[in-house]
């Protein structure tokens, strides 16, 4: 089945650095792939979605400067904490679907646990 | 707009016992429903599905029946495990982009 890698994991950083979360669809060709922020006892929120070769389109709330996206090809998306700080400490989670608009479910990464100091 | 809403947990039941956990949603159109679960430490597993009033879908046990009269999408399984401890998340599609998540429900399956 179609799988969405995510790298790292885990990730500890200190403050004022940036941490880069990658997603790759290892076995399709991803053109949407979503970013969500999952806080403890939270559900996911949806922080933006991005096609491949656009500009990625960021819910409401969501700094675009600090939280950069970037779609370059069908199986990689990137996500950058820029100069992070500990509120944004959280559980990031990458999904991917072959198609706009398809009905059929998302493919999840398995999330990084983003720390910062 | 689009919504789930789930109840709240932490569920605790012992091994072998009967589960529900209720969804209810509000969406425009029919959308699309799922459950998805989330084992300690990992991403989500799609685990199960229903795209239309009536279905049922069902996967490891799990089951649950797309409700359009009462809008609900409850979760049942009739025997829980240990290893069905885990967060069970609700979600709609309903052709806008992507998913509605419910805020998650927490199941504690004790020996």
């Known amino acids: 089945g179609a799988v969405v890698s995510q790298h790292p994991s885990r990730v500890i950083c200190k403050s004022g650095t940036s941490v880069k979360i990658e997603c790759r669809s290892l076995?399709?060709?991803?053109?949407?792939m979503f970013w969500y922020r999952q806080f403890p006892k939270q559900s996911l929120m949806l922080m933006a979605t991005?096609?491949?070769?656009?500009?990625?389109?960021?819910e409401q709330g969501v700094e675009k400067d600090k939280f950069l996206i970037n779609h370059a090809s069908l199986t990689l998306s990137t996500l950058t904490v820029t100069s992070a700080h500990p509120e944004d400490s959280s559980f990031y989670i990458c999904?991917?679907?072959?198609?706009?608009?398809?009905?059929?479910?998302?493919?999840f990464g398995n999330g990084t646990r983003l720390t910062v100091t | 707009g689009d919504s789930v809403t789930q109840m709240e947990g932490p569920v605790t039941l012992s091994e072998e016992a009967f589960l529900t956990i209720n969804c209810t949603y509000t969406?425009?159109?029919?959308?699309?429903l799922f459950w998805y679960v989330q084992y300690p430490g990992e991403g989500l597993q799609l685990l199960l599905k229903?795209?239309?009033?009536?279905d049922k879908g069902s996967n490891k046990g799990f089951e649950a029946t797309y409700r359009k009269e009462t809008t609900s999408f409850h979760l049942e399984k009739g025997s829980v495990q240990v290893s069905d401890s885990a967060v069970y998340f609700c979600?709609?599609?309903?052709?806008?982009?992507?998913?509605?998540f419910g805020k998650g429900t927490m199941l504690l399956v004790s020996p």
């Open positions: 999904s991917a679907r072959t198609r706009a608009n398809d009905n059929s479910p998302l493919h």
């Open positions: 076995d399709f060709q991803a053109t949407t």
């Open positions: 991005s096609n491949e070769g656009s500009k990625a389109t960021y």
């Open positions: 969406a425009t159109g029919y959308p699309s």
């Open positions: 229903a795209t239309k009033a009536d």
């Open positions: 979600a709609l599609y309903s052709g806008y982009s992507t998913l509605t």
